[in-house]
């Protein structure tokens, strides 16, 4: 079911690229105003920012506190996972019945119902990773992992061809239309998985307590866990690597080939990704299973720093296609190995709130983009991609040697 559920939401993903379409709307739709013309960029950028912290925000906290108070938690994710999925049917109508008419509206609505898309999926995660440690044995997590990527990503390029049949010919802002309310059915279609889940009881007594209790607890958690602040201290060397951010990448792409192969680059760009993710995932998720999700993560940061210097070095298309091949690889062992390396590291317990915390952690480093790009802009792009590659390769020596490696603490089930 979690296979199904995670095939099915990653095929309807590839329809809605966060970086790629949901920019490309917000530019076509500010065609239509031309006094939005000037704030085009601003608005991109708010939507990146959008995208990335609202992910993060404090809501995650308050679901753990839910989910580790309760002896099943599959109610918790149908509600949640609902929740996610519904803003899409609402852009789907923006784009459908608002665009042409009221630009300016279009684009309100647009991004405020991105942010309760992200919101909501802050919400659902933490619910989620429990549910998957619950009925999932620690060995075969990342066996789950590569095969809904793997799944996700072959009918990701099939619904990506499917798609790009039915928008042929077709104008703004029909494309977009399409594009959302095919993201919308393929992602309900992934809620019937989860409701056909089977879960278990905890085999222990589960404790409800207070926000302001659970919160207090999150805050000793992080005062007295040594192990989880080493893991923090490597995990910020991964987050100020993105001083370098993979979006830099296109922007040098037009400083060195020009914009006519640029843009060829950027069409191609979601093909590349999703076809890529499915195959890294393979890789990946066995390598997990076997030695541990601290080596994935050592990778991640390692994959980060070769794309960034893929990047710098690059001076034709081959090479920056290489450079997004490594990004990929790179997003898809941080992913992979953070949201499994907490799962093993957290008392059984607690993992929601560890989860959380890992999320939330992330939320200072959206800034080290702002911090590149101001550095690009004044010093050229060799600055941040020198230092985002330097910071890279201490994150892959920092996870390796002061990490630690809970694989060695642990048994095969962590459930209880």
């Not at 390029?157 to 059915?185: K, S």
């Not at 980060?304 to 997003?331: K, P, Q, R, W």
Request: charged share 15%; proline share 5%; with cysteine.
């Amino acid at each position: 079911m979690h296979v199904v559920d995670g095939c099915l939401f990653a095929s309807g993903l590839a329809l809605a690229q966060p970086f790629s379409v949901l920019p490309g709307f917000i530019n076509d739709t500010v065609q239509l105003a031309p006094h939005l013309a000037p704030y085009k960029n601003t608005l991109v950028g708010l939507l990146t920012l959008i995208i990335s912290a609202c992910f993060m925000m404090p809501q995650q906290l308050w679901a753990a506190r839910l989910a580790e108070g309760r002896d099943r938690v599959k109610g918790l994710l149908l509600v949640f996972g609902m929740l996610e999925r519904l803003p899409w049917l609402f852009i789907g109508l923006v784009a459908a019945f608002v665009a042409e008419r009221s630009p300016e509206l279009a684009i309100f609505l647009f991004l405020a119902f991105v942010f309760l898309w992200r919101f909501d999926t802050g919400l659902v995660f933490p619910v989620w990773r429990e549910m998957v440690a619950k009925t999932t044995p620690v060995r075969r997590r990342g066996l789950l992992f590569a095969l809904a990527e793997f799944t996700g990503g072959a009918a990701g390029l099939g619904a990506l061809f499917v798609a790009a049949r039915f928008i042929r010919g077709r104008e703004y802002p029909v494309n977009y239309t399409i594009l959302f309310f095919g993201m919308f059915a393929l992602i309900m279609i992934s809620f019937l998985p989860l409701v056909l889940l089977r879960e278990a009881p905890y085999p222990v007594e589960r404790e409800t307590v207070s926000l302001r209790e659970h919160l207090g607890r999150v805050w000793a958690a992080l005062r007295r866990d040594g192990a989880l602040q080493r893991y923090f201290l490597c995990r910020g060397l991964f987050g100020l690597m993105k001083v370098a951010e993979q979006s830099f990448f296109a922007m040098r792409a037009v400083e060195v080939l020009g914009k006519a192969a640029a843009a060829e680059l950027v069409v191609m760009l979601a093909v590349v990704i999703t076809a890529t993710r499915a195959v890294s995932s393979l890789f990946l998720g066995p390598l997990g299973d076997r030695l541990g999700y601290r080596a994935v993560l050592s990778l991640s940061c390692a994959f980060g720093a070769a794309a960034i210097t893929a990047a710098l070095l690059a001076d034709s298309l081959a090479g920056f296609y290489l450079s997004y091949v490594l990004a990929t690889f790179s997003h898809v062992s941080f992913f992979l190995g953070n949201s499994n390396y907490m799962l093993e590291l957290a008392p059984a317990g607690k993992r929601p709130s560890y989860v959380s915390m890992s999320n939330m952690f992330g939320l200072p480093f959206v800034a080290a983009p702002f911090v590149g790009g101001w550095l690009a802009d004044s010093l050229g792009y060799g600055v941040p991609f020198v230092i985002g590659a330097g910071l890279g390769l201490a994150g892959a020596l920092c996870f390796l040697t002061v990490a630690p490696e809970p694989r060695h603490s642990m048994g095969d089930d962590v459930v209880t």
